[in-house]
């Protein structure tokens, strides 16, 4: 173990040699890696990789085991219409790891500012509506990204919560593989997740073990006691999954349903076209006649545009 921890230290310090001499700053990485190894080179090797499986086992083997606690799960969605969808599935994964690993620890969700001006931020009646207590919910709003990145590393270093919920939006310029990568050795060495939940964001590099694209799907009907389905009713919702990053080769796509009272995933029993604002709705309706004798488009514009005079 110690020669080990040696042998890394003596990498990165022939690593901040070599930056100084080409005039650049020590890779944040680096820096991040060498301060873990130096305060528990122990601790380090000795976590091994934890999971928490879906009970699923086509999901189960595409992600090794399941989702994994001492590391970083990335939750994507194309478009900010589709912010419900992985907000619902992003509280199902915190409400699932709290109910399995950590029942009396909160949840911290670091909310962005402009995600929260379009999509709303949680609130009592939806955090019940998919398995948590809104007692076991903190929320932030950090006006800087700087400043929600230290409070994400700081909560998941902290131990003190089941999982942390890290929202963005988009593709951001200062948020890249360096600051996913401290994220990540904080999560490892702690053994606590981290959910980086990104709204209407692109696939890039980063150090999270596995991620997902969230789309929205149609929710299942409500089942009644005799096992029968109540028609025309709406029950538990459902996700469609596309497991983006993993081991495995192929991406894996899954509609997957949720039941917040089990607080137990399930595969969805009936496979439904996907609703975004891409597609267009099953029933549109009569549509209306398209006018006759009228010109088919306005006049152009000129260059030159008369004003009145004002005296």
């Known amino acids: 173990m110690a020669a080990n921890a040696t ?16 005039g650049k700053p020590l890779p944040a990485l680096a820096a991040a890696q060498q301060a873990e190894i130096a305060v528990q080179p122990e601790k380090q090797k000795a976590k091994g990789e934890k999971r928490i499986p879906f009970s699923i086992p086509v999901l189960d083997d595409a992600m090794e085991g399941g989702i994994p606690l001492n590391g970083v799960t ?26 399995r690993e950590l029942a009396d620890a909160p949840v911290l969700w670091i909310g962005d500012v402009v ?19 809104p007692k076991d919910m903190l929320y932030a709003s ?15 270093g902290s131990g003190a ?13 200062h948020f890249g593989l360096t600051e996913s990568r401290r994220l990540s050795l904080r999560a490892k060495a702690v053994g ?10 692109e696939e890039e590099a980063s150090s999270a073990s596995f991620r997902f694209l969230v789309e929205p799907a149609p929710a299942s009907e409500r089942r009644l006691t005799d096992g029968s389905l109540l028609g025309g009713s709406v029950g538990h919702p459902v996700f469609r999954l596309t497991l983006e990053k993993s081991r495995n080769p192929a991406p894996l796509s899954v509609l997957l349903e949720w039941n917040p009272n089990d ?12 609703f975004t604002h891409r597609n267009a709705p099953a029933h549109p309706g009569a549509r209306i006649p398209a006018s006759a004798d009228r010109q088919g488009r ?8 008369a004003f009145e005079r004002a005296s």
């Not at 042998?7 to 080409?22: D, G, H, N, P, S």
């Not at 607080?263 to 996907?274: H, K, N, S």
């Open 7 to 22: 042998a890394q230290e003596t990498i990165f310090a022939l690593r901040e040699q070599i930056a100084k001499m080409e």
């Open 74 to 99: 990335e939750i994507r969605t194309r478009l900010m219409g589709d912010a419900g969808a992985v907000n619902g599935f992003t509280l199902a994964l915190a409400a699932y790891v709290k109910a």
């Open 115 to 133: 995600s929260t001006l379009e999509a709303g931020a949680p609130y009592a009646p939806g955090i019940r509506r998919f398995g948590l207590q």
């Open 142 to 156: 950090p006006r800087k990204l700087e400043d929600a990145l230290w409070l994400a590393e700081t909560a998941v």
């Open 161 to 173: 919560l089941a999982a942390t919920i890290l929202e963005l939006r988009g593709n951001l310029k």
């Open 192 to 201: 606590r997740p981290l959910f980086l939940m990104r709204h209407a964001g």
């Open 263 to 274: 607080r137990q995933f399930f595969l969805g029993r009936q496979a439904g076209e996907t």
């Open 298 to 305: 306005p006049p152009a514009l000129g260059h030159i545009v």
